[in-house]
C-alpha cells in the first residue's frame, strides 16, 4: 500500500507538470446524469462558490476526478466552473470506428459515432464503458456493460499528453483502496483471534486475506511494467551517425547483386525521419532509409566505407586484368574517402578552410572530377 501511495506521488506530480504546460479549451467530455444544486445540498455561503449547478442532460467539461468522489467540472455558458458529485457526472465518449463482436462476453460491439460512458480506462489500453440502449441513459438498468479498446475512444484533447499518466493513477488509486480494505480485514482477524483455541476458523480467514494480498502484488507488478513501457516509448530515439549528413557520398549494400554500390544523401529529413538515397550510377533511382534503420548496424543498408574484405577479395590472384584494373579503382577510391574524412576530421580542429581541401590531390575521383566533401 505504502508503494503505491508513493508512486501515485510521482506519477501525480509528473502529469501536473505536464498539464501546466497545455492550454485548456473547453471540451464537452461530461454529461450530467442526476441533477445538483448546492443549495438541495445544503452547503454553506461559501461553499456555495465553489460548487457548480447543473441539469440534467447539461455538457460538462470534466477537468479531474478526485479520490474524495467529487468531479471538477466546466459548464460552456458564461465558463461556469466548479465541483460537481462525481455520482452527477458521467464521462462520455465518441467510437472512432467499428469493433465488431468477438467470442470474448466482456468485450462491448460498438458502432463508429456511437457515443458511450466510460467508466474507467485501465493501464492495459482498455476502457470499461457502458452502452446506453434507447434513449434511457438515466434508466440503470438500460445500459449494457463491456470492455472495449481505448485508441478507438475519443478523448479531451488535453489528456492525449498525459492519458497513461492517468490511467496509470486510476489503476493505484485502486490498488491503494483494495491495500486498505485487506489491512483492515487483517487487524479485525487479528483481534477476533486473540484468546481462540487453534481449530477455530481463523485459518480460512488468513487463507482468504494471504490469497488477497498475492492479487495485489500482481496488480502492482502490472502497474510498474506499463509504467516501464511507458518511459520506454517516450524516450528519444538514439542520434544518427556523425557521418550521416545532407550531401554525404557513402555506400548501399545491394542484397540482390551481393555488393556495395556507390550512393549520395541527397536529404536528411528530420521530422519525417526519414533519409533519401539516390545512386551515383543513376540519380534517377532513389531509396528512402528510415532513421531506425541505423538502431541495428548489421541490417542497415548505408554505410560509410567498404569493408575490406570485398577489396581483397577483389584483388585476389588469378584475377583477370579488367578485374584487377575495378578493384584497383575501387581501392583509390575508398582511399580518397579514407583520407576526406581525414581532412574533415583535423579541418574541425585545426580550421582549416574548405578551399584548402578542394585543393588536396586525394579530392580527385577516378572519372577525374573533383568529388565533393
Known sequence: KQAAIALHQAVSREAAQIDTSVVHTWYPNGLVVEAFTAVDFGATEVEQGCLLDVGLGERLDVAYHEASGWAWCMAEEQGRKGWVPATSVAEVACVLEDSGPTDDSTVLAVRRGEEVRVLCRHYSGWALCQQWVGNARQTPQAYQQGWVEDVILSDH????????????????????????????????????????????????????????????????????????????????????????????????????????????????????????????????????????????????????????????????????????????????????????????????????SSTARSCSPSSRSSSGHEAPV
Not at 485502486?174 to 485487506?182: D, G, I, N, P, T
Open 157 to 352: 484533447p488535453r489528456n492525449v499528453s498525459t492519458k497513461q499518466h492517468r490511467a496509470i493513477l486510476s489503476g493505484l488509486c485502486r490498488l491503494s483502496e483494495e491495500a486498505a480494505k485487506v489491512e483492515t480485514n487483517f487487524f479485525k482477524l487479528r483481534i477476533q483471534g486473540e484468546g481462540k483455541s487453534v481449530d477455530d476458523d481463523s485459518t480460512a480467514g488468513i487463507d482468504s486475506i494471504y490469497q488477497q494480498v498475492l492479487g495485489l502484488v500482481e496488480e502492482y507488478r502490472s502497474i510498474c511494467e506499463a509504467m516501464q513501457h511507458s518511459l520506454l516509448s517516450r524516450a528519444e530515439p538514439a542520434p544518427l551517425p556523425s557521418w550521416v549528413c545532407g550531401g554525404r557520398r557513402c555506400f548501399w549494400k545491394s542484397k540482390a547483386k551481393n555488393a556495395f554500390m556507390r550512393v549520395t544523401l541527397r536529404k536528411v529529413c528530420s521530422e519525417r525521419r526519414q533519409i533519401l538515397v539516390t545512386f551515383d550510377a543513376d540519380p534517377s533511382a532513389q531509396k528512402v532509409v528510415p532513421f531506425e534503420a541505423f538502431d541495428d548496424p548489421d541490417s542497415c543498408p548505408l554505410h560509410r566505407q567498404k569493408p575490406r574484405r570485398q577489396e581483397q577479395s577483389a584483388r585476389g590472384e588469378g584475377s583477370p586484368p579488367a578485374a584487377a584494373l575495378e578493384a584497383d579503382e575501387a581501392a583509390q577510391d575508398e582511399l580518397a574517402d579514407d583520407l576526406r574524412g581525414m581532412i574533415e576530421d583535423l579541418n574541425s580542429v585545426t580550421g582549416t
